[in-house]
């Protein structure tokens, strides 16, 4: 590949394109792969990182992360960090399904008791959970009351009987994050958000029954840190995020945009790289209405793991309580916040945009809750639904070299019009129940497009990160259970 031909090797994992690659770059392109991966990735990645390098005030270097591939604007995977004031928001540097993430609950339960009980307890979460394109939620609601979901995320769940009292404490930002303002969100997008808290979506969104793999448990003193105290211990791993509420914030945006640029004479490669000054009024319009949409979509994982605790009561018949069913920790993969970062040789304010890339926080900093502050950030990154997921460290490399970020999932490799071409949805399933996973997916079709096979390595991705020190390997979780829109 002709770009892997331009990409100078500086350590095994990571590869930089310089500036004079294109002309127009602002800063280097820096991508965290293998030489097995960065051969594989797909052209669309290096179109794209560098791209985003044009852009008007990146400071340091534009980043793709290990699972990167081809996105809107920014590639998926991709990390890049702005100037306050000669900088821009993008929302094709954050996403569509704003604040995305994922959400790791633990229980007590042991492989041994939950695996005969497995089916019950997955057919009572599809029920529970609503999944799929366009479904309703069961929380019903006001428009003030929304507006309220909006300022407080997970706060609200918790003051609305949808969370226990330390819910709050694990989840990134405290569950809200600050500078939310509703009367930047369109009548439409409210509209589509109201009737969705508590909605799984469709996608490769899913609610996974999951156990810690007793052959990767790679660090147990960490793990048990975390409550992690068995190697066959049962947790639940939650990815989803905003919904239409998010996907509509940022449509109204990117057309705001596209005419504000002619404004400030701001001209980008791919008009998916739609952009304004953050210190513009339509840079700060879009920040408040996009923060709204992270706050619903913490709020959304919260209302989740209420019916998941509600499911486990049902079928173990225990209180989630005595199940130990506490949150380890919730982080957003879809979102641009404003972090003080090492930038030459000094520490400032700057506007970190990550596309498909999880906050990888080092011990000792701040914003990481007082019960892994010496710790180090707690990191989820999701697998496909037949090859499992991992939890990680942030390290203190991670704050030095990514601001603070790594991968967030597997990636995709293939399409999902070829992924359902080469499986169908049906024989996907019994595959997979042979193999002890046993899933109920809202459609057919969806299930296929999901397939393992249209995925990256998860477990090449997670050594990456961990090879180049940016997030260290706790433990591989491997999936008994799922529900799928």
Request: proline residues 4%; glycine residues 10%; neutral net charge.
């Amino acid at each position: 590949m002709t770009e892997v031909k331009n990409a100078k090797q500086i350590s095994d994992v990571v590869w930089e394109i310089p500036p004079s690659y294109k002309a127009g770059m602002n800063v280097p392109a820096r991508i965290y792969a293998t030489k097995k991966l960065i051969e594989e990735m797909d052209s669309g990645v290096f179109e794209q990182v560098t791209n985003v390098a044009m852009l008007p005030g990146i400071v340091k270097y534009s980043y793709a992360m290990a699972d990167a591939h081809w996105g809107y604007g920014f590639p998926i995977g991709g990390v890049a960090a702005f100037d306050l004031e000669k900088g821009v928001i993008s929302p094709g540097g954050i996403g569509f399904d704003i604040n995305c993430g994922m959400r790791l609950v633990r229980t007590n339960l042991r492989l041994s008791e939950v695996k005969p009980k497995i089916k019950e307890l997955v057919d009572l979460l599809f029920r529970l959970v609503p999944t799929g394109v366009g479904v309703k939620g069961t929380v019903r609601m006001n428009q003030s009351q929304f507006e309220d979901v909006m300022r407080w995320g997970v706060k609200w769940c918790a003051e609305n009987d949808y969370g226990w009292e330390d819910d709050v404490s694990k989840v990134e930002e405290g569950g809200f994050i600050k500078g939310a303002d509703p009367s930047k969100v369109s009548q439409q997008a409210s509209s589509r958000g109201i009737s969705q808290l508590g909605t799984l979506g469709s996608g490769n969104h899913y609610c996974e029954v999951q156990v810690v793999d007793p052959a990767r448990f790679f660090d147990a003193k960490m793990g048990k840190q975390f409550g992690l105290v068995h190697d066959d211990q049962v947790v639940v791993m939650v990815h989803c995020g905003s919904r239409g509420f998010g996907h509509q914030v940022a449509s109204d945006y990117l057309r705001v945009f596209d005419s504000a640029m002619k404004r400030y004479s701001i001209t980008v490669r791919d008009r998916e790289l739609a952009c304004a000054p953050f210190s513009s009024n339509e840079g700060a319009d879009y920040y408040g209405a996009m923060v709204c949409a992270a706050n619903m979509a913490f709020a959304n994982r919260q209302v989740i793991v209420h019916r998941i605790r509600e499911a486990f009561k049902q079928v173990f018949r225990k209180d989630p309580e005595a199940l130990d069913m506490h949150i380890i920790y919730d982080v957003c993969h879809n979102i641009a916040k404003v972090e003080r970062h090492k930038v030459e040789g000094g520490s400032r304010d700057v506007l970190v945009h990550r596309k498909g890339a999880t906050r990888s926080f080092g011990p000792g900093h701040p914003d990481i809750p007082p019960a892994y502050r010496a710790l180090g950030q707690p990191v989820i990154i999701g697998g496909s639904m037949e090859t499992g997921s991992y939890l990680l460290l942030g390290t203190e490399k991670a704050m030095e070299e990514t601001f603070g970020s790594t991968a967030h999932g597997s990636g995709r490799t293939m399409s999902r019009t070829a992924a359902k071409k080469q499986v169908s949805g049906r024989d996907l399933q019994q595959r997979m129940e042979k193999n002890g996973i046993y899933v109920k997916a809202a459609t057919w079709e969806g299930l296929a497009e999901e397939a393992g096979m249209a995925y990256k390595d998860i477990s090449e991705v997670v050594e990456t990160m961990h090879q180049a020190g940016i997030s260290l390997k706790v433990a591989a979780l491997r999936p008994i259970g799922n529900i799928k829109g």
